[in-house]
Nanobody, 118 residues
Framework: QVQLVESGGGLVQPGGSLRLSCAAS?????????MGWYRQAPGKQRDVVAA???????NYADSVKGRFTISRDNAKKTVYLQMNSLKPEDTGVYYC???????????WGQGTQVTVSS
């Protein structure tokens, strides 16, 4: 069983920054996993915000390009999402996702709330 624990969410004013972290349980390696951050706003579906492959290729939702940066530290089993120039529409619960392409298994964290409001 893979456990992912997100942290770093909170309340921030528009234009502010937050950095989310996703730490994998000690018993597994995320080295070969495609890692992603998803966002679920109230009343909406969960959508991908950013993803990073095992070799470091990244892709972003159009709405966050130029403002968010995803990165990974395999040695620390941690994935980060640096969020700058935050907007009220960035509000939602942010979930970490790990997908292992060989086994096909996918795991989710419990989510961390991000609220952008003045």
């Amino acid at each position: 069983q893979v456990q992912l624990v997100e942290s770093g969410g909170g309340l921030v004013q528009p234009g502010g920054s937050l950095r989310l972290s996703c730490a994998a349980s000690r018993s597994i390696s995320i080295r070969i996993a495609r890692m992603g951050w998803y966002r679920q706003a109230p009343g909406k579906q969960r959508d991908v915000v950013a993803a990073i492959t095992s070799v470091g290729d990244t892709n972003y939702a159009d709405s966050v390009k130029g403002r968010f940066t995803i990165s990974r530290d395999n040695a620390k089993k941690t994935v980060y999402l640096q969020m700058n120039s935050l907007k009220p529409e960035d509000t939602g619960v942010y979930y970490c996702n790990a997908h292992f392409p060989i086994s096909g298994n996918t795991y989710w964290g419990q989510g961390t709330q991000v609220t952008v409001s003045s």
